[in-house]
């Protein structure tokens, strides 16, 4: 039995890629948890199209400016990254019933983005989510809160969001849109980022001047006048300023001081961010394949963003070394004091006593959604930096 989601229901059979007995699989033999992507006729092969696979889609209620065709599709990960992303499932009853309500949003994650992702989720808590009677949490490779799951009311649909930790995990966009065309989900919300590590090319005090001087207008490409702008200052305390175009549930370009957001207050990393809804436009699955080619054609200041700077790698690099300055400040607010009375108490033997005594396994929850693999060396890099200050002193 097969109904519109790809899902085909069976019994007493198994799963060609794992072995495992299931009740549910995908048209191409594969249990909830270990089908992939792979072409065929019936895949996604434009995600813009209104016919076969994306007959799914909702009919277009608007218009999103296309990419320019000039931009190549590239790698998701490299010029622009996809930095929150939101859906909505329709026939939600009919969804539960299939699946099963045990792991019920673990199983929804992995049939949307595949289980190499590394991300799961916690069972149906009853807690209410957006309107929602009930819902479960997104938990990434770390132990992480990555995003939510929300089922109950709201014309019987579910949804599932991913905050920027859940959507780094994702590292096969086309993967993911096969299962969200699959499953016929539509984008809600997606946010498309691209990070000015070193501030070269954006500074929200710069555009903020620009417009008020009248040497800037910015504009949405498409009819119509240009949107209203505003601007928040952090008046000098390090925070970081925030340059707004557009408005929140339609359309909005955010230009902030990234890195002085994560606690650095002398990061020159900006990050542009346009965030695009649903409200008044279609937002096609292509947009998670270029996210880049939909950030340029945005706004007419996005036009320039250069295609070699931002990349997933860096960007979790440069969340490291603007979260240590944080982690390091408080460390000397909070026990500062305790820590030198330790030393002065113990003498030579205080470092084998913080050891023994005082540490405990695992890391501070700020660097939960990192991963291991390369923390301790941004750690290091970030806190010992020959080219940049150190502002709290940690080092000398």
Not at 57 to 85: E, F, M, N
Not at 181 to 192: E, H, K, P, V, W
Not at 364 to 389: A, C, N, T
């Amino acid at each position: 039995m097969a109904d519109g989601s790809g899902l085909v229901a069976v019994s007493n059979d198994y799963c060609w890629r794992c072995g495992m007995t299931a009740d549910h699989y995908f048209g191409d033999g594969c249990c909830w948890a270990c089908t992939e992507y792979a072409p065929s006729d019936r895949g996604a092969k434009s995600p813009c199209s209104n016919t076969g696979q994306n007959a799914l889609i909702p009919k277009r209620r608007g218009s999103l400016t296309k990419p320019r065709r000039s931009i190549p599709k590239g790698d998701p990960g490299v010029g622009a990254l996809v930095d929150y992303l939101s859906l909505t499932l329709s026939d939600a009853t009919g969804l539960l019933e299939l699946v099963g309500e045990e792991e019920f949003a673990a199983k929804l994650i992995a049939m949307l983005f595949g289980r190499a992702c590394g991300l799961t989720a916690t069972e149906l808590s009853g807690a209410g989510f957006q309107g929602y009677t009930n819902s479960a949490l997104v938990i990434g490779p770390g132990g992480e809160v990555a995003g939510k799951v929300g089922i109950g009311g709201n014309n019987d649909t579910a949804h599932v969001s991913l905050t920027g930790a859940g959507t780094a995990c994702i590292t096969d966009w086309q993967r993911a849109v096969h299962g969200l065309l699959q499953l016929g989900a539509r984008i809600t919300r997606c946010d498309l980022a691209f990070d000015d590590y070193l501030g070269q090319y954006f500074d929200p005090r710069d555009m903020h001047e620009a417009v008020q001087a009248g040497e800037l207008v910015v504009r949405a490409n498409g009819p119509g006048k240009p949107p209203k702008t505003r601007y928040l200052t952090d008046h000098g305390s390090g925070a970081g300023c925030t340059f707004y175009a557009g408005q929140k549930g339609h359309k909005e370009l955010c230009v902030y001081h990234k890195g002085r957001e994560q606690g650095d207050p002398d990061s020159p990393w900006v990050r542009v961010e346009v965030r695009f809804y649903s409200k008044r436009q279609q937002l096609p699955p292509e947009m998670l394949l270029q996210p880049l080619a939909y950030l340029r054609a945005a706004y007419n200041v996005c036009e320039a963003i250069p295609a070699d700077v931002t990349e997933r790698l860096r960007t979790v690099r440069a969340k490291v070394e603007a979260t240590a300055v944080a982690w390091v400040r408080f460390i000397k607010n909070q026990v500062g004091r305790s820590l030198t009375l330790v030393h002065q108490v113990f003498g030579d033997d205080a470092d084998a006593y913080i050891r023994e005594a005082l540490c405990r396994p695992g890391v501070p929850g700020i660097f939960k959604g990192f991963g291991s693999e390369h923390l301790m060396q941004y750690l290091r890099e970030g806190l010992g930096h020959v080219d940049r200050r150190d502002p709290v002193g940690a080092l000398a």
